[in-house]
Structures are given as structure tokens and as C-alpha cells.
């Protein structure tokens, strides 16, 4: 199974941008998974950010995460990553990334997703 290492979170100001990256530990091009960013604070449910779809390859994000956040893959690095433009208060959390089961069709059902990070930690001051 792979194993998934989230890196990039820390502190940052309000307005500011920070980018995370997620590593697999083994080869996923090719493969038929969604890869998922989803963030989660206290108390509450673990949401989705945003995610990749592997059968058109094409992102889709939450509404908070429109037009801020974009996702790209590298293949080569073999790293998922998110990029979070002009950070608010409210965009502080426990970010994860994850990958689904097999041929899920929809990437932003969080129940499909199987194989979870460890999570990495961003706090943006107001």
C-alpha cells in the first residue's frame, strides 16, 4: 500500500502563500486514483480542499478553495501538491492529502479515500 508524507505547512500572514507538498512513497502515473487534499480543525469533520480525478485529470476545488488554491502533479517527483494563494484566517487546519480506492469515479467523496497522510499543520495570523 502506498504511504503518503505531507510537507510545507507552518506559519504564515493573512494574505500570504504557502505550498504544500505530498509525497508517495511508490510510483503512481498511470494509476486509477483520485488524489485528494482535504483540511480539518478542531471539532470538526475533515473537508475537502480540493482534488485531482484520474480519469480526465482534472481538479476540482471547495468553494472556500476557488479561485485561491490549485493542485498540480508531478509526475516525475511523483508528488501531489497544493498551492494556496492570499491565506485567510479561516484557511487554518490540519491539511491531509489522500488517495482514493481504485476507479472511483468522483474525487471529492471522501469516503473513497483509503490511503491518508499524516497531516501537516497551517496557521495563518490575522
Known amino acids: 500500500q502506498v504511504q503518503l508524507v505531507e510537507s510545507g505547512g507552518g506559519l504564515v500572514q493573512a494574505g500570504n502563500s504557502l505550498k504544500l507538498s505530498c509525497a508517495a512513497s511508490r510510483r503512481t502515473d498511470g494509476s486509477a486514483y483520485n488524489m485528494g487534499w482535504f483540511r480539518q480543525t478542531p471539532g470538526n469533520e475533515r473537508e475537502l480542499v480540493g482534488c485531482w480525478r484520474w480519469r480526465n485529470r482534472a481538479t476540482y476545488f471547495s468553494d472556500a478553495a476557488q479561485g485561491r488554491f490549485s493542485i498540480a502533479r508531478d509526475w516525475v517527483k511523483n508528488t501531489f501538491s497544493l498551492q494556496m494563494n492570499d491565506l485567510k484566517a479561516e484557511d487554518s487546519a490540519v491539511y491531509f492529502c489522500?488517495?482514493?480506492?481504485?476507479?472511483?469515479?468522483?474525487?471529492?467523496?471522501?469516503?473513497?479515500?483509503?490511503?491518508w497522510g499524516q497531516g501537516t499543520q497551517v496557521i495563518v495570523s490575522s
Open positions: 489522500a488517495q482514493s480506492r481504485e476507479y472511483a469515479e468522483d474525487c471529492t467523496k471522501r469516503q473513497d479515500y483509503y490511503t
